[in-house]
């Protein structure tokens, strides 16, 4: 199985990124429960056959759809081991608890943060941010809010963010009992980051209005296009209003391993609470999100509750003051530390950072592509690693829809697609290290063979399930 995956990754370029799935392939999936087992060779056997084949696709170099990475062949060994181990991180006094601290002090380290910074894995910057809503809100209620419930002062309670930011916010928001329609989406300049003086001006309006602003969420990379707000700014407003500043930082943060992108993150160390993912820009395998928490009180103020059968001791394996399962939602926790772990040791920061620096300028070689060819139209200012352009056409969004299925389809490239100003757009985010200038050609010539097809081609719609 070892020696299948490890070719399985190295001649992943011989693969397509994606391919449909045949009816007969989910019917393996669709099975009664198996009451007898099943010989392991046999088991492998539908592995290889019917799940490796069908799998997303972002190990593959051509993968540039969402914001997907494309972990490693150490991290995956990583994997391996830690389900070897099948140590639970909820608690208890072991090593791999101490892996994780490990990186919570990395992460501190990376970006300035100080000593009584907590911090821990989580599945992804959803869940993360989601953490950092309910960290802010008990911060911004007090501690017996957990009791009682939100009560009249949660009901006034209004959160800001930009309208470039992810959905999860607005999610974290509903699940944390605020309601979305108490985050405030502000206005953005044409670069997609925040309006600061819209910002100001909407706090000053809620707060005349009786409200009471408690939480600004930063973007350092947007979803869309890759946009990292002026950070610096948003943190000297939340300083002067005494609110909760949160960075999503989901794929952009860890750009602070580049010397050349740190920069731009300018702020972020001033964050109370930043979110982000390994799995991304980070290279680990799925999952790795995390969540770094400035004041680690409040943090545990959040989540942190007794129980007899969780006692404790200041000896034995019941050791240890304080446990993952007092810093979140979860008791069971598995041992993501471990990729991430072996990610950092084995090539260290500054090769993860000129990976990442060298994604942004794949994104600026593609965007030299598209500013090249008559045939294709740029549709946002490439920030970071996120390039949205179209094939020029009459009916533009049906056309470039379609180029996007038929990507898909011919197992060539797997962008996806954003509306920007109503236009659809192709969307292609380099985030994988195996990624390279051919990729990216092959890309172009994809788009531009699929364009001229789709725009003569008018009659022939994108049905579910039907390939074009
Ligand atoms: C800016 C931003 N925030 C949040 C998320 C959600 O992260 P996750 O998919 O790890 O939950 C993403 C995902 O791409 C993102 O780009």
New binding site residues.
């Given amino acids: 199985m070892l020696d299948d995956m490890f070719d399985y990754i190295a001649n992943i370029r011989e693969r397509p990124v994606w391919q449909p799935i045949p009816d007969v392939v989910r019917e393996q999936f669709r099975r009664d429960l198996p009451r007898e087992g099943s010989d392991l060779d046999h088991v492998y056997r539908t592995f290889t056959d019917f799940i490796a084949p069908y799998a997303t696709g972002n190990v593959h170099p051509g993968f540039m759809g969402?914001?997907h990475g494309g972990g490693s062949a150490v991290g995956m060994l990583a994997e391996m081991l830690a389900a070897g181990l099948n140590a639970n991180l909820g608690g208890r006094d072991h090593i791999p608890i101490e892996v994780e601290r490990q990186i919570v002090k990395w992460t501190r380290q990376m970006f300035g943060f100080p000593a009584g910074a907590s911090g821990l894995f989580v599945?992804?910057?959803?869940?993360a941010?989601l953490m950092a809503v309910l960290v802010a809100r008990t911060a911004a209620l007090g501690k017996p809010m957990r009791q009682r419930g939100i009560g009249d002062h949660g009901a006034a309670l209004t959160a800001y963010t930009s309208r470039a930011?992810?959905g999860?916010i607005a999610k974290a928001m509903e699940i944390a009992g605020l309601g979305s329609d108490a985050l405030r989406c502000i206005e953005v300049y044409r670069s997609h980051r925040i309006d600061i003086a819209a910002l100001r001006q909407q706090i000053a309006r809620d707060c005349e209005l009786g409200l009471k602003p408690f939480l600004v969420v930063g973007?350092a990379?947007?979803?869309d296009i890759g946009a990292i707000d002026d950070l610096r700014a948003v943190a000297a407003i939340c300083r002067e209003q005494q609110l909760w500043f949160h960075v999503?930082g989901?794929?952009?943060a860890l750009g602070i391993l580049s010397p050349v992108l740190a920069p731009r993150l300018d702020g972020i160390e001033q964050a109370d609470s930043i979110?982000l993912?390994f799995?991304?820009w980070g290279q680990v395998p799925y999952?790795a999100?995390f969540l770094l928490v400035r004041d680690g009180e409040r943090h545990r103020d959040a989540f942190a509750a007794p129980a007899a059968y969780l006692r404790r001791e200041t000896r034995g394996l019941a050791a240890g003051a304080e446990w993952p399962c007092d810093l979140g939602p979860d008791l069971s926790r598995g041992f993501r530390a471990l990729k991430t772990w072996f990610t950092l040791k084995t090539y260290g920061t500054e090769k993860l950072g000129a990976i990442i620096a060298r994604s942004c300028e794949l994104a600026t070689y593609l965007k030299a592509r598209v500013l090249a060819e008559p045939r294709l139209e740029l549709l946002a200012p490439v920030n970071l690693n996120i390039v949205c352009f179209r094939y020029r056409a009459g009916d533009a969004d049906r056309v470039n829809r379609e180029i996007v299925v038929s990507l898909h389809e011919s197992g060539i490239a797997a962008p996806s697609t954003t509306v920007l100003d109503g236009r659809l757009a192709i969307r292609a985010a380099i985030v994988n290290h195996r990624t390279d200038v051919c990729d990216i050609d092959a890309l172009i010539a994809a788009v531009l063979e699929f364009g001229a097809r789709r725009a003569e081609d008018p009659g022939r719609r994108v049905a579910a399930g039907a390939a074009i």
């Fill in positions: 969402w914001v599945t992804g910057t959803s869940m941010n930011a992810h999860c973007s990379g947007t979803v999503d989901a794929f952009g979110a993912d799995h991304k999952d999100g």
